[in-house]
């Protein structure tokens, strides 16, 4: 077989020609896009990266920023409890206060109204024991109740125990002022001259004498020198009654114990068999 050279070359001559056209016109634009397109991606990559650290950086000071407001806003639930707390232990106080002031304002008033109770009940008595004083010794005696009271005045000075008597005599002898007689109603003459004679008797000596009115001794007569004294009056015997009242008035102010009613068993009625 003979080899036609010629045709050989040129076919080497166009397969040359077709590999620089290839590599001119084909090869050279794909390598050239392929670099392109890595340098893009590289590019993109890179900035994709510069991104994600930014985001990064974002994200972390989000966080260091949500932590910082939770930590504010525990603080400021905690101060908010703590005010809260110390709010009502202020409105609690203020009223336990109120509850003890009106406490206290109430058992004022009770005091005040038991005792003006007491009041009126020791002027009704106090009349009533006048007026029945008054017409049993206006019965029994031809003389009037102040009269009386000065008679048994004078009679409790002449009785009066050594020790009392020594007691009071000195404080006569002491005092540099005259003694002071009171008296719930005026004295007559004859009435200050008794009692004059009576002192001086009783301590056996010149007695200086000052006489004066003194209602609130409730039908009585005082004698006083130097911080002592002695007297009578009805207001030792009304204050005794007062006592009792008073002590009977708290008894009755006292809550009753509450009784439960007793309940009675139930009995059944008895059924008598009935006789044929």
Do not use: C
């Not at 525990?74 to 110390?86: E, N, P, V």
């Not at 106080?93 to 009126?120: G, H, I």
């Not at 005696?141 to 009392?164: C, K, Q």
């Not at 708290?250 to 006789?275: D, F, M, T, W």
């Amino acid at each position: 077989m003979l080899i036609d050279w010629f045709t050989v070359g040129a076919q080497a001559l166009n397969f040359l020609i077709l590999v620089w056209l290839m590599k001119r016109f084909l090869y050279q634009p794909i390598l050239h896009a392929i670099d392109e397109r890595e340098k893009r991606i590289a590019a993109e990559l890179a900035d994709a990266t510069v991104k994600q650290a930014a985001a990064q950086k974002e994200r972390d000071d989000f966080q260091k920023k949500n932590e910082e407001l939770d930590g504010q806003r525990a603080a400021l639930m905690s101060k908010a409890t703590d005010d809260a707390k110390i709010e009502r232990q202020r409105l609690l106080e203020d009223a336990r206060k109120a509850a003890d002031a009106l406490t206290a304002k109430r058992q004022e008033s009770l005091k005040r109204e038991q005792q003006d109770l007491n009041d009126q009940i020791t002027r009704r008595t106090q009349d009533e024991v006048f007026a029945i004083a008054r017409k049993a010794l206006a019965d029994l005696a031809t003389t009037s109740l102040e009269e009386r009271i000065g008679e048994v005045f004078t009679r409790r000075l002449h009785e009066m125990d050594d020790s009392a008597k020594g007691v009071l005599g000195e404080a006569l002898k002491t005092s540099s002022d005259a003694a002071l007689v009171r008296s719930a109603f005026e004295l007559s003459s004859e009435q200050r001259a008794a009692i004059q004679n009576a002192v001086n008797e009783t301590f056996s000596a010149d007695v200086r004498l000052h006489f004066e009115t003194a209602p609130d001794l409730i039908s009585g007569i005082e004698l006083s020198a130097n911080g002592q004294k002695v007297a009578w009056s009805i207001a030792g015997y009304l204050a005794s009654l007062e006592k009792k009242v008073g002590e009977l008035l708290i008894e009755n102010a006292k809550p009753k114990p509450k009784v439960e009613p007793k309940v009675e068993p139930k009995v059944e009625p008895k059924v008598e068999p009935k006789v044929q």
